[in-house]
């Protein structure tokens, strides 16, 4: 039976304590509060000569500052102490035994911890709101705004959480947000990953409290809506984790739900982006960003069916050695979700992404049949996509069946990331030695060694020869499977 969701009030009242009750809690929010006003005011006299909304406009956006670290790292810390401090006592493995819900846990670890991290939030948006009001500025914004950063900040403690949940100690959030901070320069580059790692919503935050945008763009609530999905997204899988940390939470259909998600968000970050550059922010489209955007796009997405193919992979191998099944998604077969991964992938990117790939490829002209051409350049990514699906499954199996490797998936990505990423690395160096410039024709058969550089040479019109790299990716999935299964 599928546990309920409730409202974990004992398990807030507890982490409330842990805090240190009221008077901790109350004592550190005023003096905050103090502070930060007394710091106002010495703004105010150290630049009694500028205008009064010149003063108040730098008030606000140092208050942005503020808001956004403590919600963004303040939050993190506070919801990886809690974890941290629950497995090194043990005290994680006694919530298991309360008659408390996997989703009540994960919904204690959330908010929680957070208790006095919201308080100084809304202090921050009581005096930003005045300082608003005193400078002349539209107040909405401000409120729009910040309803902005809670919802993407709600986001990624979930992801938090959720990466808390393992039979090991808690991954540090500085990882997680480390990765993200280095991920951020490639927003403009792949709009749709901004959103999934909620950094575009700060970005469009920030935008409307310095007024570079309208507060009532449609893509605002998009872009919430779609933070929204992700945080229940992460908060069921921690759940699921919590209940089951022996098992990958990420399994057949949890992967295809992610994959499903990031495949709208990334077709539809290359939209709002479009949309948003064009409408509000038309700086952003002095180069025209869109056949790089759709290629990043189309790449990032093979490690994302990549994630759900193994994730199916690793829980079949575990109940197969004798774990006890969640359900019958356990079970299925991971041939198939390598294969409807792959199908997934360029079914939702032909369609619901039309209206850019189109522009990417050659214009139309006599000697061009365009259904043709579609036609073969999706048979070309399709097929790209499947066959790094099944190696990546059947590297997998050979690491954990035959060589028994400790972190097979691991090993597995390491060593699929250098097979795969040396080919074309090489034929570009070498290309531009032969060639000296950029050109298509200066490429060779290596390019085709590996899934990225077959979709590059395919919507690059590189026209490198595919037959044998083809062929070396087929003998490649040939020998792994071989070993994997003579290994069983």
Not at 22 to 45: C, E, H, N, P, Q
Not at 366 to 385: G, K, N, S, V
Not at 391 to 398: K, M
Request: hydrophobic share 55%.
């Amino acid at each position: 039976m599928a546990e309920q969701v409730r409202i974990p009030y004992p398990m807030w009242r507890v982490q409330y304590q842990l805090l240190g009750g009221d008077r901790k809690v109350w004592l550190t929010s005023i003096v905050y509060a103090v502070v930060v006003i007394f710091g106002a005011l010495m703004v105010r006299r150290l630049a009694r000569q500028e205008p009064l909304s010149t003063i108040c406009s730098f008030i606000v956006n140092g208050l942005t500052a503020i808001q956004c670290a403590i919600l963004v790292f303040g939050g993190a810390n506070a919801i990886h102490r809690a974890m941290l401090r629950d497995y090194e006592t043990k005290m994680i493995e006694s919530h298991r035994l309360t008659p408390m819900s996997n989703y009540a846990v994960a919904l204690g670890y959330l908010i929680g911890p957070n208790l006095q991290v919201l308080m100084l939030f809304l202090f921050n948006l009581v005096i930003g709101a005045v300082v608003t009001a005193i400078g002349g500025f539209p107040i909405g914004a401000w409120f729009i705004a910040n309803a902005i950063f809670l919802i993407a900040t709600l986001t990624a403690w979930s992801a938090v959480v959720f990466s808390g949940m393992r039979p090991a100690k808690p991954i540090p959030p500085s990882w997680i947000l480390g990765g993200i901070a280095g991920l951020t320069m490639l927003v403009v580059v792949i709009p749709g990953l901004g959103l999934m790692l909620c950094v575009y919503p700060f970005f469009l935050g920030i935008w409307i409290i310095a007024g570079k945008m309208p507060a009532n763009q449609p893509a605002l609530l998009i872009v919430s809506f779609i933070n929204l999905v992700f945080m229940v997204f992460w908060l069921h899988c921690a759940a699921v984790k919590y209940r089951r940390p022996d098992l990958p939470a990420l399994n057949a259909v949890r992967g295809l739900i992610l994959l499903f998600l990031w495949l709208l968000v990334g077709s539809g970050g290359l939209a709002i982006y479009d949309y948003v550059a064009r409408s509000s922010m038309p700086f952003l489209m002095q180069n025209d960003m869109r056949n790089v955007q759709w290629l990043a796009t189309l790449l990032l997405s093979i490690p994302v069916a990549l994630i759900t193919t193994l994730g199916t992979a690793e829980c079949r191998l575990l109940v197969s050695q004798g774990r006890a099944p969640r359900g019958w998604s356990d079970r299925v077969s991971d041939v198939a979700i390598a294969v409807l991964a792959a199908v997934l992938t360029c079914l939702i990117l032909a369609t619901v992404a039309v209206s850019v790939w189109r522009d990417v490829l050659p214009p139309p002209s006599e000697d061009i049949d365009l259904m043709r051409l579609y036609i073969t350049t999706w048979l070309h990514t399709l097929a790209a996509i499947l066959l790094a699906t099944l190696t990546a499954r059947s590297v997998f199996l050979l690491f954990s069946r035959r060589l028994k490797l400790k972190n097979p998936l691991i090993s597995a990505w390491s060593i699929l990331l250098l097979l795969w990423s040396a080919p074309p690395v090489i034929d570009a160096i070498r290309a531009q030695v032969v060639a000296g410039a950029y050109d298509p024709l200066a490429y060779s058969w290596l390019m085709g060694c590996s899934p990225g550089g077959t979709i590059a040479s395919v919507w690059l019109s590189l026209g490198a020869n595919l037959v044998p790299g083809y062929a070396l990716q087929v003998a490649i999935l040939l020998a792994a499977h071989w070993l994997a299964r003579s290994g069983k």
